[in-house]
């Protein structure tokens, strides 16, 4: 499926950037090379503008046809979800052939995307009808809880069907159209939920959550078993961190943030530093507060993947004892996926690649794709459907 040297484009739509990053891919090697990347602030949040700023980038790179593109995407204009769905056969000693087992896979699709569109809805703030499935995997497939390649030729009482989907805004659908070419689009699919799903990997296990700190707002996603996807958010951000640092030291937005740098670097006297870290953790428990309300009762781990510098001070047992909840935050980093998964990434380029965990996310989710193609065939035949 992947050939030495294959180019991609990533394009990141995030709550308050773009980036996108051009690179190579040797997956049979495991070998990633980024070769450049371009960077920019976003003022307005809105798809109009965010696609205007992508499409003022990719003017920049040459022979974009020849790219394959992944779209990596702020929960606002996407939503994708591992899930599954339990179907009980009406003939179940009839053996299963492809029109069943196409039947089969429609049924999943609607009754998921019936059940959970006004979610979904809610989540990227549209009406119901402006959510459009744009992408299905079919995960895997279990026959009577036995799990099979393909189900055809066998009889079964129920069919349980795992899959992913990933379902855009209408509108930045509409102006994605417009901007790219569909036969180049590789991957369209939650940023967030991608670094889940490819942590578990890395992890070999799932039952976490990984919180995206952004300047506005946390964003926390959670891995359980099969199943991954946005849980949950709270308004607490870096800019939060920055207005209480400035009403109390009375400094400006960049000074605050100087100041935090050098806090976490300890490039202070021991007594600044310990004031500081004090004053720190006042503010630092509204994030806490936050991650607590929204996690469930047992234990939990949460990897923090900040967009901003966060004081080390929060994955210290001191901090942390101030959770009622049995609740534990983790650092995370791209090399701890990298060398877990054995990938290897070089950076051929002289610009900073801003929160290279969505990258690595991103890029890496397309070798987790499901092979057996003939099965997610079948199943975007049936989106057709749902994206009109």
Do not use: C
Not at 5 to 21: A, F, M, P, R, S
Not at 162 to 179: G, H, I, K, N, Y
């Amino acid at each position: 499926m992947f050939l030495k040297g294959d180019k991609y484009v990533v394009i990141e739509v995030l709550n308050h950037y773009i980036q996108v990053t051009v690179l190579r891919t040797d997956f049979k090697h495991k070998q990633i090379t980024v070769t450049r990347t371009f960077y920019k602030e976003l003022s307005e949040f809105d798809p109009a503008t965010a696609l205007k700023e992508v499409k003022k980038i990719l003017k920049k790179i040459t022979g974009l046809k020849n790219y394959k593109i992944v779209l990596s995407l702020d929960a606002l204009f996407a939503t994708t979800m591992y899930s599954s769905v339990s179907l009980v056969r009406t003939n179940p000693k009839e053996v299963i052939d492809e029109a069943d087992l196409d039947n089969l896979i429609s049924q999943s699709i609607w009754r998921f995307f019936d059940k959970h569109r006004f979610k979904i809805a809610q989540k990227m703030n549209v009406d119901e009808v402006d959510v459009l499935l744009t992408d299905v995997r079919i995960r895997d497939i279990r026959i009577d809880s036995h799990r099979v390649v393909n189900p055809i030729g066998f009889k079964a009482k129920s069919v349980e069907i795992f899959f992913s989907q990933t379902f855009v805004a209408r509108e930045f659908m509409r102006e994605l159209r417009e901007l790219l070419p569909r036969e180049n689009i590789e991957l369209i699919i939650e940023a967030g939920t991608a670094l889940a799903h490819v942590l578990s990997h890395a992890r070999g296990s799932s039952d976490f959550y990984v919180a995206n700190l952004f300047p506005g707002h946390t964003a926390v996603y959670a891995a359980d078993n099969q199943r991954f996807g946005h849980h949950d958010r709270f308004d607490w951000g870096g800019n939060d961190l920055k207005k209480y640092l400035s009403r109390y030291l009375h400094l400006g937005p960049e000074a605050a943030e100087s100041t935090i740098k050098s806090y976490s670097e300890d490039n202070a006297s021991g007594n600044f530093l310990r004031k500081f870290e004090a004053m720190l953790v006042q503010e630092l428990s509204v994030f806490a507060n936050g991650i607590e309300s929204v996690v469930d009762a047992g234990p939990a781990e949460v990897y923090v993947n900040s967009f901003f510098n966060v004081p080390p001070v929060i994955f210290t047992g001191r901090f942390q004892n101030r959770f009622e909840k049995p609740v534990r935050l983790l650092s995370l980093s791209p090399s701890f996926i990298t060398e877990k998964l054995g990938y290897e990434i070089q950076y051929k380029t002289s610009e900073t690649v801003r929160n290279p965990l969505i990258l690595v996310g991103s890029i890496l989710e397309l070798t987790l794709l499901p092979q057996n193609d003939t099965m997610s065939h079948l199943a975007n035949r049936r989106v057709r459907w749902l994206v009109t």
